[in-house]
């Protein structure tokens, strides 16, 4: 499946954006979806995944502000993300992968990325 990530942008602190990963090839519904981001520097950090299910997972930065959905017709996924701080800031990633076992917040365990898009939250 091939996946293509957008929405990124500068923002400051306290707005929002909304991040998109448009999916093609492959059965969308057949993937569960990640998001990923890494700042400069740093590690890849887990933000938020969704399963063909619909059940949701947050990383400890994104609970209470982000949400992730998506869309089955639209082969989309989306990240919302509201009261953006600076430290939001970095290169977000969507991912999907097949297994239904294991940790959600382990990119190790997605099969396929998106290129990413950049997120920047001005103080």
């Known amino acids: 499946v091939q996946l293509q990530a957008s929405g990124g942008g500068l923002v400051q602190a306290g707005g929002s954006l909304r991040l998109s990963c448009a999916a093609s090839?492959?059965?969308?519904?057949?993937?569960?979806m990640g998001w990923f981001r890494q700042a400069l520097g740093k590690e890849r950090e887990f933000v938020a995944a969704i399963r063909r299910s619909y059940g949701t997972y947050y990383g400890d930065s994104a609970k209470g502000r982000f949400t992730i959905s998506r869309d089955i017709p639209k082969a989309t996924v989306y990240l919302q993300m509201n009261s953006l701080k600076p430290e939001d800031t970095g290169v977000y990633f969507c991912?999907?992968?097949?297994?239904?076992?294991?940790?959600?917040?382990?990119?190790?365990?997605?099969?396929?990325w998106g290129q990413g898009t950049q997120v920047t939250v001005s103080s």
């Open positions: 090839g492959r059965t969308f519904s057949s993937y569960d």
């Open positions: 991912a999907a992968r097949s297994r239904v076992i294991g940790n959600y917040g382990d990119s190790e365990l997605y099969d396929y």
